[in-house]
């Protein structure tokens, strides 16, 4: 049911199609984040007119607020949030541990305190899979926990509580139609990553997640990691960075082996009036918009740039109007979709490094 056909490589950078039960994800792919079984500011069909071919969505969130019973009693999160295509639903450990201050860790799971309401709630491995099972995503994620970075001493406790949680959530998960990733943790240390992709590969997972990056370290280390955490992991199942996602971030993913993507990005960055494009970001609150009659972006082909001037899209900002959220949204989102597109062409042709080596020469131009 989730086979990972690979069509074309091209160094370590590979284009593929992970096939799911709700649609075929072409990979490499990047993911709009539904925190709250929404991708902010933008209807199922807007995404599903940018090309989106999988969405993200929080179980910590879901789980909080409406509930997975209530997911689950409405048909599960595609039927609830009226998405068709491919879903994930990470494992709620991501947030439950940034909850610095409000949470108790032990060997057997969780304690933490609701941020909407401080009521309490305990997260296991076991429990994290019932979540993602009675919501019902197509890519469900094991439950894990994401240290500091540079922390050696808790990277290595944590490690050993990630493989421990890893194996319980395979023996939990009961529906056979999701497909449950492990997750590579380590930090920034080359040995603790290589040990955990070797660990997490035993478990035969049917894809693999790098987590615990873009969380503080500097990029030469993310690269570095996902170099080690490459060379292990087996070829023929997709590879996942989560939470990562900004242009240059995908693009050196994509060069040392990475399918998969996703990132709060596109959207968060809209509701700030900043604008993704192939060369950096627009501050398109900048008073040098205000008689601009260009588009976001000249070279793009999505909706807001196809029909808004720059002086229109500064003006819904500053009159505080929703459709500047959505604009831009539908533009950054395009960005990122259009660019991992470009990059699976360029793999197909055996052209990616080229491909990489002129997007980062151009990226931050403006800047
Ligand atoms: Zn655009």
Redesign the pocket.
């Known amino acids: 049911m989730f086979t990972f056909d690979r069509i074309a490589q091209d160094g370590r950078a590979r284009a593929g199609i992970f096939h799911t039960p709700h649609g075929d994800i072409p990979t490499p792919i990047f993911a709009p984040v539904g925190t709250q079984a929404t991708v902010k500011s933008l209807t199922p069909a807007q995404l599903h007119e940018l090309g989106a071919s999988l969405v993200l969505s929080n179980t910590y969130h879901l789980y909080l607020r409406p509930g997975a019973d209530l997911v689950e009693e409405m048909g599960g999160v595609h039927e609830f949030m009226q998405w068709p295509n491919p879903m994930l639903t990470d494992s709620g450990g991501f947030q439950v541990f940034s909850l610095s201050d409000m949470r108790k860790i032990d060997e057997d799971g969780v304690t933490f305190k609701s941020h909407i309401d401080g009521s309490t709630h305990r997260f296991t491995p076991e429990k994290a899979i019932a979540i993602e099972e009675q919501l019902g995503a197509d890519i469900i994620m094991a439950f894990d926990e994401c240290a500091p970075p540079l922390d050696r001493a808790y990277n290595e406790r944590a490690l050993a509580r990630t493989h421990a949680w890893a194996e319980r959530c395979k023996k939990a998960q009961k529906r056979s139609d999701q497909a449950l990733f492990g997750i590579v943790q380590g930090g920034i240390f080359a040995d603790l990553r290589e040990q955990s992709a070797q660990f997490i590969s035993s478990l035969d997972f049917p894809g693999h997640a790098i987590g615990g990056l873009s969380v503080g370290e500097s990029k030469e280390d993310m690269n570095q990691m996902i170099e080690v955490v490459d060379a292990v992991l087996p070829e023929n199942k997709p590879r996942y960075l989560m939470g990562v996602g900004s242009p240059e971030d995908q693009v050196n993913g994509i060069r040392r082996g990475i399918d998969i993507f996703d990132c709060v990005l596109p959207t968060r960055l809209a509701r700030h009036g900043s604008a993704m494009t192939r060369t950096g970001r627009i501050n398109l609150m900048n008073a040098t918009n205000a008689h601009d009659k260009r ?3 000249e070279t ?1 082909n ?1 909706y ?2 196809q029909h808004f001037t720059r002086a229109y899209i500064r003006h819904l900002i500053i009159a505080k109007e929703m459709l500047a959220s959505t604009l831009i949204s539908i ?1 950054n989102i ?2 990122l979709l259009n660019l991992v597109r470009d990059a699976r062409t360029a793999i197909q042709a055996g052209a990616y490094d080229q491909f990489a080596d002129e997007f980062l020469a151009n990226y931050n131009k403006l800047q």
């Open positions: 588009p976001i972006d793009c999505c807001a740039c533009h395009a960005t």
